[in-house]
């Protein structure tokens, strides 16, 4: 059970805007950024997203990231083909359990 | 342009200790630039943080693994290390080793990943 809660699919067809949610609580994302991954098949993660809205240098624009209170979305528009991939939300928790990175589970996202 | 590579034997006893390095390269791992962590994913399942080290030596550590995870730094060889003892099939997972910019806010860089397999 992850502590990040992420819907397990999304999908859309090519040029759709799709969003992809991600909930966690006042100890997470209430008090601290949150980041998004991306992970095509058979790859490792790539940094889609960082500090809630900020995307690194060669990520196209077509991906957005927002937060308000303890939720946080992930928007790509002009869905294509090659954005078929798993989505992970992330964020800092402190927590009285001690101070731990937490994940989504992650969102599989399909390309009609 | 920083990189990461993964290495360490594929499959490891129960009971036994998970020892995995990962080689920097394209930068200094002594560098105050960058904390370097380790991550893992079950098959099938989603990601999980193990720890985070800094150049100083510094360790932050998953409080659910605490008990059973070191991570240190080679800074000779440009490396850092994770070991997992007491493993079971439950710790079979691709392991990855990514970088973390001070004062930043994300693991920026990743390595591809080494599936590590618990079994007798």
């Known amino acids: 059970q992850s502590v990040l809660t992420q819907p397990p699919s999304a999908s859309g067809t090519p040029g759709q805007r799709v969003t992809i949610s991600c909930s966690g609580s006042?100890?997470?994302?209430?008090?601290?950024?949150v980041n998004w991954y991306q992970q095509l098949p058979g790859t490792a993660p790539k940094l889609l997203i960082y500090?809630?809205?900020q995307r690194p240098s060669g990520v196209p624009d077509r991906f957005s990231g927002s937060k308000s209170g303890t939720s946080a979305s992930l928007a790509i528009s002009g869905l294509q083909s090659e954005d078929e991939a798993d989505y992970y939300c992330?964020?800092?928790?402190?927590?009285?359990?001690?101070?731990?990175?937490?994940f989504g589970g992650g969102t599989k996202l399909t390309v009609l | 342009q920083l990189q990461l590579q993964e290495s360490g034997p594929g499959l490891v006893k129960p009971s036994e200790t998970l020892s995995l390095t990962c080689t920097v390269s394209?930068?200094?791992?002594?560098?105050?630039?960058?904390?370097w962590g380790w991550i893992r994913q079950p098959p099938g399942k989603g990601l999980e943080w193990i720890g985070s080290?800094?150049?100083?030596?510094?360790?932050y550590y998953n409080p659910s693994l605490k008990s059973r995870v070191t991570i240190s730094v080679d800074t000779s060889k440009n490396q850092f290390s994770l070991k997992l003892s007491s493993v079971t099939a439950a710790d079979t997972a691709v392991y990855y080793c990514?970088?973390?910019?001070?004062?930043?806010?994300?693991?920026?860089?990743w390595g591809q990943g080494t599936m590590v397999t618990v079994s007798s």
């Open positions: 990514a970088s973390f910019p001070s004062g930043g806010d994300a693991f920026d860089i």
């Open positions: 394209g930068g200094s791992i002594s560098s105050s630039s960058y904390y």
């Open positions: 080290i800094y150049y100083s030596g510094s360790t």
């Open positions: 006042s100890s997470n994302i209430g008090s601290n950024t």
């Open positions: 500090s809630n809205n």
């Open positions: 992330a964020a800092w928790d402190d927590s009285l359990n001690g101070q731990n990175w937490v």
